[in-house]
């Protein structure tokens, strides 16, 4: 998962993306100070079982 978390006289806004190539796109046509982000979870991998 992808995040793009950009920084406004607004406020702080969110926004989540399962591909990459999106999230770059949005990213790019977003002005102002902005974060690109990819989130990965734990429970995407197995675990390894230890002896």
Known sequence: ???????SEAGIKMYE???KEEAK???KN???NKIF???IYFTDFPV???V
């Open 25 to 27: 796109e949005k990213y």
């Open 1 to 7: 998962m992808w995040v793009l978390t950009h920084y």
């Open 17 to 19: 993306f399962d591909n």
């Open 30 to 32: 977003t002005p102002g």
């Open 37 to 39: 982000s990819e989130v």
């Open 48 to 50: 390894p079982e230890f």
